[in-house]
């Protein structure tokens, strides 16, 4: 079994920060990409940052600048540091890890089970 945990979020004024963490638990064998996606009432989930094992980022233009993605391999531990926050940032948060389970010959999809962020004006 694999478990992905976010913790982190929460309600912050506009221009306040946050941080996100998402821990990987379980028979995991590695950890491909990581990443956070987040959803809006009424939206559909759309993709916030992605790192890539080595390190490579990527980034939603409507966060960039914003936002900084981390992992700690050693953990595995993904982050997403939010600062200058605004209303529109308000979302479900979710984290998302491509895994190998132990023994396993593929890559899965694995998604936590979300975490509310609520920027206030």
């Known amino acids: 079994q694999v478990q992905l945990v976010e913790s982190g979020g929460g309600l912050v004024q506009a221009g306040g920060s946050l941080r996100l963490s998402c821990a990987a638990s379980g028979s995991i064998g590695s950890i491909d990409a990581m990443g956070w996606y987040r959803q809006a009432p009424g939206k559909q989930r759309e993709l916030v940052a992605t790192?890539?094992?080595?390190?490579?980022?990527n980034y939603a233009d409507s966060v960039k600048g914003r936002f900084t993605i981390s992992r700690d391999n050693a953990k595995p531990t993904v982050y997403l540091e939010m600062n200058s926050l605004k209303p529109e940032d308000t979302a479900v948060y979710y984290c998302n890890a491509r895994i190998r389970k132990r023994l396993g010959v593929r890559f899965d999809n694995y998604w936590g089970q979300g975490t509310q962020v609520t920027v206030s004006s």
């Open positions: 790192i890539t094992s080595g390190g490579t980022t």
